[in-house]
C-alpha cells in the first residue's frame, strides 16, 4: 500500500500478575508489570469510504468482533469532523490470539496511532488514553510500552525503567483461552479456602531477578495450570531448562522463559521441541516500544 499509515503493533508478556480481588463492576483488580517485546503485528490503514478490515489470518473475525473494527468505530465521528470519510485497513498478525500476549489490545492501540496520523486527529494523550481504555484493560499499556506497572484492571499505568532486551523464549500450546473464561474460574476458586499458594510457590526465581523484577508469580497460574496441566509442565521443563524465571503470561495460554542469553534460549527451544513437539516455540526479547509508526507522516513525533 503506498501512501499508507503503517503501524507496528509489539506483544506483551507479564513479569508478574498479582490479583487482589473481585470489583463490583465485575472486574478484578490487579497488580502487574507489563513487558513489551519484538514479536508484533503490522496494521496498515489508507483513506477509504466507511471501515474495512482484512486480516491474513482467516481465523480472526473482520467485523465489529475484532478490536480493531471497534477502535476505528470509536474515531469515526472524530474523523469525519476532519473531512475523512473511512479507512481501508490491513492486519498481519504475528502474535498468536489467546495467547496473554496482547495481541488484539495491540492491534486496538495501534488502530488509535495509525487513525489518528491517517485522519490528521491530533489526540492528546489523554483523549488517546481514555478511547485505549474504554476498548480493553490491557489498550492503554500499548500507547506506553516499554516496562510498566499496570494497576486497577490494568490500565492505571506507571512506566517503570527499562528492564533491557532481556531473551526470552515464548511457548505457545497448540489452543487459545479466553480470558473471560480464565478470570471466572479464578473469581469462583476465591470462594474457596486459599489452597492454591503451593501451586506458586513452584514459581521459578532465583535471587537477583527477584529484586529486578519481583517476585516471579502470576495468580491466574493456580487455575490455568488446574485446568490445562500442560502448561505447568511447561513451565516446569523452562526452568529445568535453565530459565531464570518462566511464568504464565497473562490469563494465558502463552508461557515464557526468560534466560541470561540467545545461546541459553537456542538450547532450551531445542530441548523443548522434543517433548512439547505441537508448542509453538518462539524467542522474543524485551524492548522499550509502544505502538509506533513505521510508515507514513512524520515519524519522530508519534513516539
Ligand atoms: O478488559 P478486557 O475486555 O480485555 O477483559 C476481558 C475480560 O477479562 C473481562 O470481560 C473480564 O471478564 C476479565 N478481566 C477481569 N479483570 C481484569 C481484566 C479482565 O476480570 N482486570
Not at 52 to 77: I, Q, S, Y
Not at 230 to 245: H, P, S
Amino acid at each position: 500500500m503506498s501512501g499508507a499509515v503503517v503501524v507496528r503493533c509489539p506483544a506483551k508478556v507479564n513479569w508478574s500478575l498479582r490479583v487482589l480481588g473481585r470489583r463490583a463492576d465485575g472486574y478484578h483488580e490487579l497488580d502487574t508489570v507489563f513487558q513489551a517485546i519484538d514479536l508484533h503485528d503490522v496494521l496498515e490503514a489508507e483513506p477509504s469510504r466507511g471501515i474495512t478490515l482484512e486480516c491474513d489470518d482467516p481465523e480472526l473475525p473482520t467485523d465489529r468482533r475484532n478490536l480493531v473494527v471497534r477502535a476505528a468505530e470509536a474515531l469515526f465521528d472524530r474523523g469525519a469532523a476532519r473531512g475523512a470519510s473511512g479507512a481501508a485497513l490491513r492486519l498481519r498478525k504475528a502474535i498468536p490470539t489467546g495467547a496473554g500476549l496482547g495481541g488484539g489490545s495491540s492491534d486496538a492501540a495501534g488502530t488509535i496511532v495509525a487513525l489518528d496520523r491517517l485522519w490528521g486527529l491530533e489526540l492528546d494523550r489523554a483523549t488517546a488514553r481514555r478511547i485505549a481504555v474504554d476498548l480493553g484493560s490491557d489498550v492503554a499499556f500499548f500507547l506506553v510500552g516499554g516496562t510498566a506497572r499496570g494497576r486497577g484492571r490494568g490500565e492505571r499505568l506507571e512506566t517503570l525503567p527499562f528492564l533491557g532486551e532481556v531473551p526470552l523464549l515464548l511457548g505457545v500450546p497448540p489452543f487459545p483461552l479466553s480470558t473471560a473464561d480464565v478470570y471466572a474460574r479464578h473469581a469462583r476458586r476465591l470462594t474457596r479456602p486459599d489452597d492454591g499458594v503451593s501451586v506458586s510457590r513452584l514459581s521459578a526465581l532465583k535471587a537477583p531477578e527477584e529484586k529486578d523484577f519481583g517476585p516471579a508469580r502470576n495468580d491466574l497460574e493456580v487455575v490455568v495450570f488446574e485446568g490445562w496441566p500442560e502448561l505447568g509442565r511447561f513451565r516446569e521443563a523452562l526452568v529445568r531448562e535453565g530459565a531464570t524465571r518462566a511464568l504464565l503470561s497473562g490469563s494465558g495460554s502463552a508461557v515464557f522463559g526468560a534466560f541470561e542469553d540467545d545461546r541459553a534460549v537456542e538450547r532450551a527451544a531445542a530441548a523443548l521441541h522434543e517433548r512439547f513437539g505441537a508448542w509453538r516455540l518462539l524467542p522474543a526479547r524485551g524492548v522499550r516500544d509502544a505502538v509506533h509508526l513505521v510508515a507514513g507522516g512524520d515519524l519522530r513525533s508519534s513516539r
